[in-house]
């Protein structure tokens, strides 16, 4: 089993900036994709971001390119996302993921964290 941690989320104003960060532990051989997601109140889950345990980075969509950054520590199996010029419409339950094995040869296993919550408002 994995725990993912995540931290660093919080009240910004508009234009402001954040750095989430998640950790993962626990019984862990490797760690392939982590990710980024979003849940605003009301809607569905969003894919924000995804990064290769090589350092290949993906957005998903162009309100969020440009602005936000995904990066990893691979020594640390921590995960970040760095938001710059804020908006409202960035508002939501931040939640990050980890596609991990528990052995050189094991199934791909998938687990989420608990989520930080960011709320971009005056």
């Known amino acids: 089993q994995v725990q993912l941690v995540e931290s660093g989320g919080g009240l910004v104003q508009p234009g402001g900036s954040l750095r989430l960060s998640c950790a993962a532990s626990?019984?862990?051989?490797?760690?392939?994709?982590m990710g980024w997601y979003r849940q605003a109140l009301g809607s569905q889950r969003e894919l924000v971001a995804t990064?290769?345990?090589?350092?290949?980075?993906?957005y998903a969509d162009s309100s969020v390119k440009g602005r936000f950054t995904i990066s990893r520590d691979n020594a640390k199996n921590t995960v970040y996302l760095h938001m710059n010029n804020l908006k409202p419409e960035d508002t939501a339950l931040y939640f990050c993921?980890?596609?991990?094995?528990?052995?050189?040869?094991?199934?791909?296993?998938?687990?989420w964290g608990q989520g930080t919550q960011v709320t971009v408002s005056t």
């Open positions: 626990g019984s862990i051989f490797s760690i392939d994709d």
């Open positions: 990064i290769t345990n090589v350092g290949g980075t993906n």
């Open positions: 993921s980890a596609d991990y094995r528990t052995t050189r040869w094991g199934i791909r296993l998938r687990s």
